[in-house]
C-alpha cells in the first residue's frame, strides 16, 4: 500500500551501445576541436561607402527608387503592364 504513495524512483538503465556512442562522440568533438585551431580566420575589412545605397547600380536605389533612372524604370514598366 505505502508503494502506491511512495513509489520508489525509476532506474534508467543506459545500454552498452548507447554508452560507446556517447564515447565517440566526446572523442569526435575532442579531434574536431582541436582541428579547428588550425585555420585561422582574417580579418578582411573593406572601406565603408557611406554612399552605397544611392549608386544608381545599387540594388537598394532601385528597391527605394530615390534615384530618378529607377523612378523612370518603375514608370516605364508601370505603363507596359497597364497596356498589356
Known amino acids: 500500500m505505502l508503494q502506491v504513495l511512495f513509489p520508489q524512483p525509476y532506474q534508467i538503465e543506459v545500454s552498452r551501445l548507447r554508452q560507446q556512442l556517447e564515447e565517440a562522440h566526446l572523442a569526435w568533438v575532442a ?12 580579418n578582411i575589412r573593406f572601406r565603408h561607402d557611406p554612399l552605397w545605397n ?5 540594388l537598394q536605389a532601385a528597391r527605394d527608387g530615390d534615384i530618378w533612372f529607377w523612378r523612370a524604370t518603375r514608370v516605364i514598366l508601370g505603363w507596359g503592364v497597364a497596356s498589356i
Open 31 to 42: 579531434d574536431w576541436k582541436l582541428r579547428q585551431a588550425e585555420f585561422k580566420i582574417e
Open 54 to 58: 544611392k549608386r544608381i547600380f545599387s
